[in-house]
């Protein structure tokens, strides 16, 4: 720094002309001479000279020559319209920056300045970057005082939706909700129903001689006596001619075998054999579905054919099969033959359908789909020979009993 030689005001190393009194800081320096500027083509230009008013300066007071503070100077305000005064022309004239002239221009071209320059147009460009970023992470024109607490008050609401709040969804899921349901399962279940108990079957059987009996549930391995492949006469049984009718037997046929099934018809029975082309087609059609023990030698009724041993034969095997295959073709409601009359009684919680019949040789047979107390179906056939009705009726009775218990 270096001061004033007339005020003593203190300007920078390279003014010069004084910023207060407006006049030549080095006296050497002649004024009044024209300044030459040497341009980059080598061109002398030449200033013209400036004639410079002297502004009277007040001596400093005394509390400034204690402190040691540089004098100030009050300027009036000037309005924009207002011609300057006299005494404040040569401050308005001088230019900036210690006297040299240019202006703002010239304090940009000034070399010196560029370094200036450079670090305040990067730190420009980082400002509008930064509050770029600043603007698209709050999501609008928020301060950042809202940004800042927005940002820190989100992210642990996303930490502990993600891992806090589905661990007890998942752990009361997997482990308590299955743990309960097998439970109620498995205690309903306990009773549950394995199968048929070949055993305790047979031990009922055993006790009645020339019987056979055959149990075939809709599901699960069936039960057969030890003579439930043996052949017996056949009467009472309808259940071939319904199956072969309703196999390809054809319309006529079809509605004569339902009308027979209701009512254990045999004009209805022999009518829908006709129509299905005799009983030569009959016993063809049971042979192909599988049923190698049945055959059909006479007509329903023909008791003088079979008195001359002309016979219609089955086995309990076959007739059980017979049942559970009907009532897969929903014929089981047209088997409306009162069985309670023949003394033969549905266990209770069951209901049962079925047919009976008698012929020669004292036959007497019971056919009986049974819906059992559990929803079980199963298809009993009882055969007997020489054992009379009322054997007939009790054997079917046991059976009932203990199938119902078992399935």
């Given at each position: 720094m270096m001061c004033c030689p007339h005020c003593k005001a203190q300007?920078?190393?390279?003014?010069?002309?004084?910023?207060q009194c407006g006049k030549p800081v080095n006296d050497s320096a002649d004024i009044g001479s024209e300044d030459t500027i040497l341009r980059d083509g080598g061109q002398r230009q030449v200033l013209p000279s400036i004639q410079m008013?002297?502004?009277?300066?007040?001596?400093?007071?005394?509390?400034?020559?204690?402190?040691?503070q540089?004098?100030?100077?009050?300027?009036?305000p000037v309005?924009?319209?207002?011609?300057?005064?006299?005494?404040?022309?040569?401050?308005?004239?001088?230019?900036?920056?210690?006297?040299?002239?240019?202006?703002?221009?010239?304090?940009?071209?000034?070399?010196?300045?560029?370094?200036?320059?450079?670090?305040?147009?990067?730190?420009?460009?980082?400002?509008?970057?930064?509050?770029?970023?600043?603007?698209?992470?709050?999501?609008?024109?928020?301060?950042?005082a809202s940004s800042s607490s927005t940002s820190?008050?989100?992210?642990?609401?996303?930490?502990?939706?993600?891992?806090?709040?589905?661990?007890?969804?998942?752990?009361?899921?997997v482990t308590e909700s299955p743990s309960s349901t097998p439970t109620a399962t498995v205690t309903q279940q306990a009773p549950a129903k394995t199968g048929l108990n070949s055993a305790k079957l047979d031990s009922i059987v055993n006790k009645y001689s020339a019987s056979a009996v055959s149990v075939v549930p809709s599901s699960g391995d069936p039960y057969n006596s030890?003579?439930?492949?043996?052949?017996?006469?056949?009467?009472?049984?309808?259940?071939?001619?319904y199956l072969a009718a309703h196999n390809g037997g054809g319309s006529s046929a079809i509605s004569y075998a339902d009308a027979m099934m209701r009512g254990m018809n045999n004009s209805y029975g022999n009518s829908a054999i006709s129509a299905m082309g005799g009983r030569s087609s009959l016993n063809s059609w049971l042979s192909s579905a599988g049923y190698s023990s049945t055959d059909f030698e006479r007509a329903f009724g023909d008791v003088t054919s079979s008195s001359y041993g002309a016979e219609n034969y089955t086995s309990p095997s076959d007739a059980a099969r017979m049942l559970i295959a009907v009532d897969q073709m929903g014929g089981t409601g047209l088997m409306t033959y009162s069985l309670a009359?023949?003394?033969?009684?549905?266990?209770?919680?069951?209901?049962?359908?079925?047919?009976?019949?008698?012929?020669?040789k004292n036959a007497y047979n019971y056919f009986i789909t049974m819906k059992t107390s559990s929803g079980a179906t199963a298809g009993i056939a009882v055969m007997t020979q020489s054992q009379g009705q009322g054997a007939a009726a009790q054997l079917a009775n046991e059976i009932l009993a203990e199938v119902n218990s078992e399935l």
């Open positions: 300007l920078p190393d390279d003014a010069d002309f004084c910023t008013p002297v502004q009277p300066v007040p001596a400093p007071t005394p509390m400034q020559a204690v402190s040691g540089q004098p100030t100077q009050s300027i009036p309005s924009p319209n207002a011609a300057p005064a006299a005494g404040q022309a040569a401050a308005a004239a001088l230019p900036p920056n210690g006297g040299r002239g240019g202006g703002l221009k010239g304090w940009l071209s000034d070399k010196r300045n560029l370094p200036i320059i450079i670090v305040g147009a990067a730190l420009v460009v980082a400002l509008m970057v930064c509050g770029g970023v600043v603007y698209s992470y709050s999501g609008g024109p928020k301060s950042e820190q008050s989100s992210a642990p609401t996303q930490t502990e939706t993600t891992t806090v709040s589905p661990a007890p969804t998942e752990t009361k899921t030890s003579q439930a492949n043996s052949r017996f006469v056949a009467s009472g049984l309808y259940l071939p001619v009359s023949e003394g033969v009684a549905a266990p209770s919680g069951a209901t049962i359908y079925g047919h009976r019949g008698r012929g020669i």
